[in-house]
């Protein structure tokens, strides 16, 4: 395990007040501040945020603005109004760094996970600032990518085909939450996502990007898109750091046989990344993380274009719950 970042602020004392919710009105310059800062902070101790609704409480008495998740790849549910169970992905899955939805144009701004009930074994909660990468990217790679664009491929199996697929299983159905087919091409296009059919699977194309985004605040130019996260070989990638061998086998047979069932990051024009490019952003993402422990009632405030964040596997049982949120005023 890397070492545990020391310069989280803590604000242990809002757990001692009556009011959380007010104390957290009467701090929000300082956390927003320290937010801005620094990309990462821990709220140590916060006991009632384990409370879904004290949770949403919150981070509107920190003056942000509450987002769904419409159109998000995790699979998730909505614990209650803007709260979510921070993810249903197997226990032996790590969860690899990235900026959550940065595959879109308008990726959430902030993102905020408290921690309900920890793992018994493993199951911290890694991140990474990503301010690092401009000194780690090759410049010929950058330069390609910021030549060519991003887009994301993602093939969203019909619930009856959602087990054929190798890694993340998530039906569109369950992603646009509706049964309708009409209904979820009318979020693509109000979210202004190309989309089609083959057969019963839906085909999404997400958003254009640059690789590098403007920070909404700072005007910082930062490295933030998941061109290391998707694809076969960053998946394949993935399982082997888990030793999850079923896993390899299923991606490797699909990447050879079935390949319209895995997604694919691919340029702006369509053409999915070649696999070394994706190898080397791979790693060069991963050797970022660093791992933060969280106990209960402790609240993880991450800037999403300063920080990503991931998770370590683990064993028993682990709750976290998230928000995402823009800066709002
Ligand atoms: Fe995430």
């Not at 990217?137 to 697929?165: F, H, I, W």
Request: charge should be neutral.
């Amino acid at each position: 395990m890397k070492g545990e970042i020391d310069d989280l602020s803590c604000f242990s004392h809002l757990s001692k007040a009556t009011k959380v919710q007010e104390a957290f009105k009467e701090a929000s310059c300082e956390i927003r501040e320290q937010l801005l800062r620094q990309g990462a902070i821990v709220l140590k101790g916060i006991a009632p945020s384990r409370d879904a609704r004290i949770f949403e409480g919150i981070m509107n008495s920190l003056n942000f603005d509450l987002r769904d998740y419409v159109g998000g790849s995790s699979p998730r549910s909505t614990v209650k109004g803007k709260v979510m169970e921070a993810t249903r992905t197997p226990a032996d899955w790590s969860i690899i760094l990235h900026q959550e939805m940065a595959y879109v144009k308008k990726l959430p701004e902030v993102i905020a996970f408290v921690c309900v009930e920890p793992a018994e074994n493993g199951g911290n909660s890694t991140i990474g600032d990503m301010r690092q990468i401009n000194n780690l990217t090759k410049e010929s790679s950058l330069n390609l990518l910021q030549k060519r664009g991003l887009k994301l491929r993602r093939t969203l199996p019909s619930e009856e085909r959602v087990k054929l697929k190798p890694g993340v299983k998530k039906s569109w159905q369950e992603t646009f939450s509706t049964s309708s087919r009409l209904e979820a091409e009318l979020i693509c296009k109000a979210r202004g996502w190309e989309y089609e059919w083959n057969s019963k699977d839906l085909v999404l194309w997400q958003d254009t990007i640059d690789p590098m985004r403007k920070h909404p605040i700072t005007g910082a130019s930062i490295w933030c898109n998941q061109a290391h996260f998707w694809g076969a070989t960053a998946m394949i990638e993935w399982a082997k750091l888990d030793n999850r061998k079923g896993d390899i086998q299923e991606l490797t047979k699909a990447q050879k046989e079935n390949s319209n069932l895995l997604e694919a990051m691919c340029f702006g024009d369509g053409e999915p990344l070649p696999d070394e490019l994706s190898f080397e952003l791979f790693h060069m993402v991963r050797g970022l993380e660093s791992d933060v422990h969280l106990n209960s009632g402790d609240i993880l405030l991450l800037d999403n274009f300063q920080f990503s964040h991931g998770r370590r596997a683990f064993s028993g049982n682990r709750k976290n719950n998230v928000i995402i949120a823009n800066w709002g005023k």
